[in-house]
């Protein structure tokens, strides 16, 4: 079992920045990979980010490319999002998942834990 809690959304103007983070518990953190997705309205969930149990290795998505980061503390048991340069099109309910078998998918089905979203919105 895992239990996701997010953390730092918000109302942020175009240009601004924003830091997501998600703490996780349960499983041993290090033994899995973590993703981060988001759900805008009437829209399908889609992949953000991905990042392996190590963290030496990372996704993204092509329209964050450049803009966001995504990292992760074992320690800390925390996976965190940088985003910079937001645009009115970032904005969403984001979501950070468990993937305890793959190595960061960025299918939305093959995570097995989500959490409870946070809602971020880029005003024009």
């Known amino acids: 079992q895992v239990q996701l809690v997010e953390s730092g959304g918000g109302l942020v103007q175009a240009g601004g920045s924003l830091r997501l983070s998600c703490a996780a518990s349960?499983?041993?953190?290090?033994?899995?990979?973590m993703g981060w997705f988001r759900q805008a309205p009437g829209k399908e969930r889609e992949f953000v980010a991905a990042?392996?149990?190590?963290?030496?290795?990372?996704y993204y998505a092509d329209s964050v490319k450049g803009r966001f980061t995504i990292s992760r503390d074992n320690a800390k048991k925390t996976v965190d999002l940088q985003m910079n340069s937001l645009k009115p099109e970032d904005t969403a309910v984001y979501y950070c998942?468990?993937?305890?078998?793959?190595?960061?998918?960025?299918?939305?089905?093959?995570?097995?834990?989500w959490g409870q979203g946070t809602q971020v919105t880029v005003s024009s």
């Open positions: 998942g468990a993937d305890l078998y793959r190595l960061g998918s960025r299918n939305k089905d093959d995570y097995d834990y």
């Open positions: 349960g499983r041993t953190f290090s033994t899995y990979a």
């Open positions: 990042i392996r149990r190590s963290g030496d290795n990372k």
